[in-house]
């Protein structure tokens, strides 16, 4: 049949990817994004097999790291010389190179595979939405994203923020204005050492 | 012979079921909506006075369902830093927390809506209130923005909406 013959040029065909990266986890997303790199999605996947798919990821300048993490992780290297150690931390890493901090995050996923610099010569990493049009065009399917991507308060109208439904109601006899303190003449002693001092 | 003086206080049961919490049982002045002070002077006379304010056009308020008479009680395993629309309700135009018997919040959601706002805060979900300053006060110190801070940031949440 036909038919068959087509789906199974479909399994063996390298398909391509795509993968948005904004306000998303690194580490999260690489977990996902190796899954097709690998060929890990498909049930004819074995090791020594070479099913794995090519993957775009754009918006990597938008990544989002958690807590503290932009100052605490590092990224660690050794020349091999005496003295030849060196560390940076993420946002430093970032500054330099936007698409780095994925890059390496895909990279020490898929450790431990012989494979592993072919894999990576199938993934596309770009910083902005500008992706080069011959490459955008063999794209045919989107990777899920991995976190939901938040809403600041300013991108709210105003509508949205009235038809909110209210939590609870102010007390009867309620001050407004109560929270507000006078714009002093002399500094405030919590800020000021000298006033303490005086 | 001197005997102290007995001070005896009555303390009344507070009443949770509306969800407001009102300690004061005593009013000077009728009690109808929200009020505001208003100082003026006239020549050998100050008026300080309440001025009713006008009733705000907003949703009706929810219906409290927890025993407690708290309005997060419900939330309290889905509230998340990304809910601004929610969070914003406890905020005084200053940036800052209303109290508890103002919102009616039990005390272990206060606890966890003080965490949840910072987290808000510095995801930059929420606008930056900036205090203003006091006369005379140097406002370099108070305007560190550090290299890190440009870069988007993400707190862990267990709710269900998050897929990982």
Known sequence: MAHNRVMQWAVLARTWWIFDANQQCPFRSAYRITTYLQGLHKPVYHRHGDVGDHVVVFNTKHIAMRGDFWRTYKHFHHTRYAGGFSRASAYRVHEEDPTRILERACHNRLSGLDNRRTLMKRLHLFPDKDIPENILENVSGQIQQVQVVPKKLEDYTQEDIDSFPQLFKMPEDYDIDSYKRENRLEPDQHTSKAWRLK | ?164
């Open chain 2, 1 to 164: 012979m001197a005997t102290p003086m007995k001070v005896t206080i009555n303390t009344v049961p507070r009443i949770f079921s509306s969800g407001l919490i009102s300690t004061r049982f005593i009013n000077t002045t009728s009690t109808k909506r929200i009020k505001k002070i208003e100082i003026t002077k006239k020549d050998s006379a100050t008026v300080i006075e309440g001025v009713k304010l006008k009733e705000e056009t907003h949703q009706p308020v929810r219906e409290i369902k927890a025993p407690t008479g708290c309005p997060l009680c419900e939330f309290q395993n889905s509230l998340t830093y990304r809910d601004v629309l929610m969070l914003r309700q406890f905020l005084s135009p200053d940036g800052k927390i209303l109290p508890r018997h103002v919102t009616g919040v039990c005390f272990t959601m206060q606890w966890k809506l003080k965490n949840i706002l910072y987290q808000s805060y510095s995801a930059g979900l929420l606008p930056n209130y900036r205090p203003e300053l006091p006369v005379n006060e140097d406002p370099t110190h108070y305007l560190k923005n550090y290299k890190w801070r440009k870069n988007n940031v993400y707190y862990e949440d267990f709710s269900l909406e998050n897929p990982l």
